[in-house]
């Protein structure tokens, strides 16, 4: 009897044993699945290492890449090709930031039920949360000039424009190079990192509402330079007496910097990093390039401009869309995708600001945009914004401008960079615009 009973407990623990080791399989398989059929060596879904069958499509259902039997097509106008190509992928696989690879498993259109099943052989349709008409306008926009551009939604985190130049046509592609030192292959929005100049002042904003008491209150007085540790802080120049809210919109780097020196480096670096930008963002798991702060000395000349966004402060420009976003949803960043969203379920957010200084800076943006760039050069659009002209030890400075747009239907924050260009208002905020006006379309 006893040796039944040790029997029966024993095949009672193997069948939980194989219970639980099928419950575990079914899991991984139904998170997993589409990764492994993704997987490049799996020959029903690759031939010579191309995904076989599938379509991408933008948020609009335009279709911006297709494959048949292992051969890809892209979309039919030029720009738009262009546009896209750091998103999408090119045929060599120079590109790691391309959908094609990034997404295999949904382009095959694997679903946990039916596998690779596909009764026509077409594969799947992935829909990415791009906008191809804000694609076209900020790749036309950017007229041949290197730079990025990021526009994402702030209450959902979709990327609705991602956009880096230099690129190629991916249907004429230059002689492959994967030694190319170009930048060509790289997806500046996600993989830069650029000197942030004044756009760095909504940092030191920030620390400065919240640690100086009655900063609102205070006068600030430019006489075009200011002497620190030895050097000079400039201004194009003299702003002569100013409010806070007048410093910011006349981007004066003599205020700004004396509100760098008596916040402190460890104060502003603690800022830089709680807005997300020294460290890496994710898109889908695709990472950014982590942004840098270093604090100068107490005291120094480098503190000073650390504070008005030179000395070796560097920020990407997704991550600097993502800060600018927390700013325009009262200190919420949302967690970003590439995949249009089809449910509201799933977006998760991170609070990084407090809500009531994000507001406060939303409305000296506003304030900015009335008194500096002129809301007539952004015609219907609501706009907050703060440009930079990063020097960067080029002939030309680094042209900035970010912000986002008050509009409860088209919730949108945008980084546009465009390298040696000039001026940051006058510069990139053109391309802002174009930008935002094709996406609001
Ligand atoms: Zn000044």
């Not at 609009?60 to 048949?68: A, I």
């Not at 295999?104 to 694997?110: D, E, H, M, N």
């Not at 201004?235 to 780097?253: Q, R, V």
């Not at 420009?317 to 800060?323: K, V």
Request: proline fraction near 4%.
């Amino acid at each position: 009897m006893k040796r039944i009973q040790k029997r029966a407990l024993a095949v009672s623990l193997l069948v939980i044993v194989i219970l639980a080791l099928t419950a575990l399989y079914v899991t991984r398989w139904a998170v997993h699945g589409g990764e492994w059929a993704g997987f490049s060596s799996n020959g029903d879904a690759f031939t010579a290492g191309r995904i076989r069958a599938g379509t991408i499509r933008d948020r609009d259902g335009e279709t911006l890449y297709t494959v048949r039997d292992g051969e890809g097509s892209y979309a039919g106008d030029d720009s738009v090709r262009r546009a896209c190509l750091h998103i999408i992928g090119d045929r060599a696989g120079f590109i790691g930031s391309g959908a094609i690879f990034n997404y295999a498993g949904t382009i095959l259109g694997y679903d946990p039920v039916n596998g690779l099943y596909s009764a026509d052989g077409a594969g799947g349709v992935l829909t990415l949360s791009v906008d191809a008409g804000a694609q076209k306008a900020a790749w036309e926009a950017l007229d041949g000039r290197n730079g990025a551009v990021a526009v994402i939604n702030y209450v959902t985190g979709e990327v609705v424009c991602c956009v880096s130049s230099p690129a190629f046509d991916p249907e004429n592609p230059p002689e492959a190079a994967p030694d190319d030192t170009s930048g060509i292959y790289m997806n500046r929005p996600l993989s830069a990192v650029y000197t942030p100049g004044s756009t760095f002042k909504l940092i030191t904003l920030a620390a400065a509402i919240e640690n100086i008491e009655d900063v609102f209150d205070r006068d600030f007085h430019c006489t075009g330079s200011m002497e620190v540790g030895g050097g000079r802080v400039t201004c194009t120049h003299a702003h002569g007496d100013m409010k806070l809210e007048d410093a910011l919109a006349l981007s004066c780097n003599c205020a700004f910097g004396q509100l760098a020196l008596e916040l402190g480096g460890e104060t502003l670096q603690k800022y830089a990093e709680q807005y997300g930008l020294t460290k890496r963002q994710s898109v889908d798991g695709l990472h950014t390039a982590a942004g840098r702060f270093d604090a100068g000395a107490e005291g120094s000349l480098n503190l000073a401009w650390s504070g008005a966004g030179q000395y070796n402060d560097l920020v990407n420009p997704m991550a600097m869309a993502r800060f600018v976003a927390a700013i325009a949803n009262s200190g919420d960043a949302p967690a970003l995708t590439m995949v249009k969203e089809t449910t509201r379920l799933g977006i998760s957010y991170d609070h990084i600001m407090n809500a009531a200084t994000a507001d406060k800076i939303a409305q000296i943006m506003d304030y900015a945009v009335q008194r500096t760039y002129g809301p007539e050069n952004f015609p219907g659009l609501t706009l907050r914004a703060k440009s930079g002209t990063a020097e960067v030890g080029t002939d030309r400075p680094n042209a900035w401008f970010v912000g986002f747009i008050e509009d409860p239907d088209h919730p949108y924050a945008f980084a546009v960079c465009v390298e040696n260009a000039g001026f940051g208002s006058s510069v990139a905020g053109p391309v802002a615009n174009a930008v935002l006006q094709a996406a609001v379309e």
